[in-house]
């Protein structure tokens, strides 16, 4: 089955450690995304790519950082810099940056305690 | 970049009642997509629009595209309580998407 796949669903964290969330997909997209949703909240950019070996930050990429280095994987580091990390993480990839559907992963909830 | 204001936040209808979101851009957009997110769940892709004036279907659910390419609007008739959850819609700004800040749907039974 094709889709994408985000682990873990759930994950909890010490205040101060930097934490990697896993996105992968089989789509053969090249557009991928990362989003943050708090309670009652919109979707926020966080980071997307259009290519391998590219990124570029979206609206709140402060206290993030990615990699791309393989065009199935898109991981998304949340580092201690980032002053608010409880939140719902979404992943979400595409044929074409905008242009086509975007398929969501079942998302990441992370809890920093 | 590109920024989309959806509204209402919030709306709250009797089972049976009618439902519309709202998304406006100041700029004209190239299409505007749309999603719904299940409480609990992760948005699902429903739609996207193109064309000016585009009106599209889905059963229970007419989605528009405004003539400027600016706003768009998702009517749901006749509620159920499937319909309940999180509608967004998503654009396309400087090859990323963005989405709008999304309208909650609850349903009294």
């Known amino acids: 089955d094709g889709g994408i796949t985000q682990s873990p669903k759930y994950l909890f964290r010490k205040e101060g450690q930097n934490v990697t969330l896993s996105c992968e997909q089989n789509?053969?997209?090249?557009?991928m995304y990362w989003y943050r949703q708090d309670p009652g909240q919109g979707l926020r950019l966080i980071y997307y790519s259009q290519i391998v070996n590219d990124f570029q930050k979206g609206d709140i990429a402060e206290g993030y950082s990615v990699s791309r280095e393989k065009k199935e994987s898109f991981p998304l580091t949340v580092t201690s810099a980032q002053k608010n990390p409880t939140a719902f993480y979404l992943c979400?990839?595409?044929?074409?940056?905008?242009?086509?559907?975007?398929?969501f992963g079942q998302g990441t909830r992370l809890t920093v305690v | 970049g590109q920024q989309v204001m959806q509204i209402p936040q919030y709306q709250h209808v009797q089972e049976g009642e009618d439902f519309t979101t709202y998304c406006n851009s100041s700029?004209?957009?190239?299409?505007i997509q749309w999603y719904k997110q299940r409480p609990g769940g992760h948005p699902v892709f429903l739609i996207q629009?193109?064309?000016?004036?585009e009106v599209k279907k889905q059963k229970r659910l007419t989605f528009q595209f405004g003539e400027a390419k600016k706003n768009s609007s998702l009517h749901i008739t006749a509620t159920q309580t499937t319909d309940v959850g999180t509608y967004f819609c998503?654009?396309?700004?400087?090859?990323?998407?963005?989405f709008g800040q999304g309208t909650r749907l609850t349903i009294n039974p």
């Open positions: 700029t004209t957009l190239s299409n």
């Open positions: 979400a990839s595409s044929r074409q940056p905008g242009w086509t559907e975007a398929f």
């Open positions: 789509l053969n997209h090249d557009a």
């Open positions: 629009l193109v064309k000016s004036g």
């Open positions: 998503g654009v396309q700004g400087a090859q990323k998407l963005v």
